[in-house]
């Protein structure tokens, strides 16, 4: 199983990070390249992110400029009380309603920015869903051979989520975030240059600590991540194999691997949570050790008559809000590298090497005549030091129904997937109706086709849907006649709900032989020219097999077809029979005639019967 990796989530209160960091820094191969890549595909929505910018930079100023405006206030009470004049309560309403005015504006703008940029990052992220779904159509199955499917769910959730989440959050962030340190730091020379200096002192030692515990507590994030996947696998895995695991009394192995897993990810789970907690604490430590000398030498200050009340409140809320932009910085500089890390595994299944291109004058399949098959001295191996098929040859006449036997691993079921074009030959060629395979799309080709494998697949959803799943325009009176003629109608009316029953996920809630005969009655209604069968009734019992056999009669007549048989009784009347071993065919012809030769089939069909080795 792959490792999977949860979606991060960062807490947001009003507009601003809280909390500590909480994302793991796996870092990005070429942080560079990929952020690059990423910002080219934010810059379709650049009048957006213009709007963005702009509304963010003003609400910061905005929220700047209140603690100034406070001062005000505070110096007109002040200077009301300490002279005979009195306070002006008018101004002093004034300065309240025009600070006011600037927290309300602040927050309109934070609001509609926080409006535009949500919708911008679901819309991205919505962009890229949709295109590795297309993806995943146009990647050859030899990728999913060496991908685990887990890898690649977790590139369409968590890593999309990852991105998305950072662009909502910090896009904005970073742009009110600078815009406050500078801002803040303008106003706090105005007010006094000494004080102003003092309180900078603090913003080295805070980067010195932030960066210290962000690289302390990377490992421990790496290896979170990592035993998280293995132990979202595990479960994942134990989960949908129960059967197996109870048959073979393996519980207690099982929940051995398991606990050795959740130890590691407890272990690294908690140090890493820990390092990242502690920032905030250290972080509140420094700005209340810098809050305390700025009180002292604001208090010396204004004793001495070189600033006003007034200004001493104002420094003292900007010395507050000083170290939250920096602190905000500073942890999104740690998630862009999460962020780039998943960004680049997104970007790296995109640019996965596709199958071959479709030809640009394809052949209508609806344009044949005849449905002939042949091989021409074909060759492949799922991978070049291990060829499977090697050199085969063989020519099927339309309406021939043909017999694939053989032992385990001679390269049956591989034949008929190079025939469907699910693999491409490294050699040779593939003719159907005297035309070359490469000729048709794989749409138009596989259209052609009709396929029962020994490995059912039923969906989620109603037995009537997933037997309409092989003609999808197909009418429910056609849905029970497929049904009928392949003896599954008896037993669907049996059930509650009858065709209208519901299958869950992996349709466990029917019976593994009834499983096979919705994806045969499936097959007939797909109305094939050419039909495969993989082991098709080896689910079935005995009584139900041959019941399936006389309905498949009707469904093979004037149909060329290959049926792919471990049992051989299945296959007697078979027109023709490649007997394969090693990727090659050793002999050929019908059931009378390999039997007088006496040869492997001979002993391949007696072993059957009279338990003789081979």
């Known amino acids: 199983m792959s490792e999977k990796k949860p979606p991060v989530k960062q807490k947001k209160v009003s507009g601003q990070f809280s909390g500590p960091i909480q994302m793991g820094t796996e870092k990005a191969k070429n ?10 595909r934010i810059s379709e929505y650049k009048i957006q992110i213009v709007i963005v910018i702009i509304f963010s ?14 001062g005000e206030a505070v110096n007109e009470v002040y200077n009301g009380v300490t002279t005979a004049s009195g306070v002006d309560f008018l101004t002093i309403d004034k300065l309240v309603l025009l600070m006011l005015a600037l927290y309300a504006a602040s927050a309109l703008f934070q609001l509609i920015q926080a409006r535009i940029i949500t919708k911008v990052a679901q819309q991205i992220s919505y962009n890229f869903r949709k ?10 199955l030899r990728y999913f051979d060496k991908v685990p499917h887990g890898e690649i769910m977790s590139r369409v959730t968590n890593d999309i989520d990852t991105i998305s989440q950072t662009l909502n959050q910090t896009m904005s962030q970073i742009i009110s975030s600078l815009t406050m340190i500078v801002g803040i730091v303008i106003i706090m020379l105005t007010i006094n240059p000494i004080m102003t200096v003092v309180a900078l002192l603090v913003i080295p030692l805070s980067f010195f600590l932030v960066s210290k515990i962000v690289k302390l507590s990377q490992k421990f994030f790496a290896t979170q991540q990592k035993y998280l996947g293995r132990v979202n696998g595990h479960v994942e895995e134990v989960f949908s194999g129960q059967n197996i695991v109870r048959a073979f009394c393996a519980e207690e192995r099982e929940i051995a691997v398991f606990d050795k897993n959740n130890e590691k990810l407890y272990t690294s789970a908690w140090k890493s949570q820990f390092f990242s907690s502690i920032l905030m604490p250290l972080m509140g430590f420094v700005s209340n050790l810098g809050y305390v000398v700025i009180c002292i030498l604001g208090g010396w200050l204004a004793v001495k008559g070189r600033i006003s009340v007034g200004d001493i409140t104002a420094f003292l809320q900007y010395v507050r809000s000083f170290t939250q932009p920096i602190t905000q910085v500073a942890q999104i500089a740690n998630i862009l590298q999460s962020t780039a890390a998943a960004a680049e595994r997104v970007f790296e299944f995109l640019d996965e ?35 499977v098929i090697n050199k085969f040859s063989a020519n099927i006449k339309e309406g021939q129904h043909v017999a694939i036997v053989g032992p385990t691993g001679a390269g049956k079921t591989t034949v008929v997937k190079l025939l469907m074009r699910f693999y491409d030959v490294d050699s040779g060629t593939i003719g159907v109706g005297g035309k070359s395979i490469r000729d048709f799309t794989r749409g138009g080709l596989r259209s052609q086709f009709g396929m029962v494998l020994q490995d059912t697949w039923l969906f989620k959803g109603t037995i009537r849907e997933n037997i309409r799943y092989g003609r999808l325009e197909a009418t429910d009176d056609e849905v029970i006649a497929a049904a009928k003629a392949a003896k599954a109608h008896r037993f669907i009316k049996t059930l509650p709900g009858g065709y209208d029953m519901e299958l869950n996920e992996d349709a466990s809630n029917v019976s593994i032989g009834q499983r096979q005969l919705l994806t ?8 094939p020219k050419i039909l495969i069968l993989d082991e098709a009734t080896s689910s079935v019992d005995t009584r139900t097999e041959v019941l399936i056999q006389k309905a498949m009669h009707t469904l093979l007549e004037g149909r060329t077809s290959f049926i792919i048989a471990h049992r051989l009784s299945t296959i007697r009347d078979a027109d023709l029979i490649f007997v394969m071993k090693d990727g090659d065919i050793i002999e050929q012809g019908n059931h009378t005639e390999l039997i007088v030769k006496k040869g492997f089939y001979y002993n391949l069909y007696n072993s059957q019967f009279e338990g003789l080795e081979i």
């Not at 045969?520 to 109305?527: P, V």
């Open 520 to 527: 045969i009655a499936r097959c007939f209604l797909s109305q």
């Open 31 to 40: 942080f560079k390249g990929t952020i690059s890549t990423l910002f080219r």
């Open 353 to 387: 090497e596709e199958e071959l291109p479709e030809p640009e004058s394809p052949i209508d399949p609806a344009s044949l005549t005849e449905f002939s098959v042949s091989f021409k001295k074909i060759s492949f191996g799922y991978n070049p030091e291990n060829m």
């Open 131 to 140: 295109e590795i779904s297309s993806k995943i159509n146009r990647l050859p």
């Open 57 to 70: 930079a003003l609400s910061a100023v905005f929220s700047i400029l209140s603690p100034k405006i406070l």
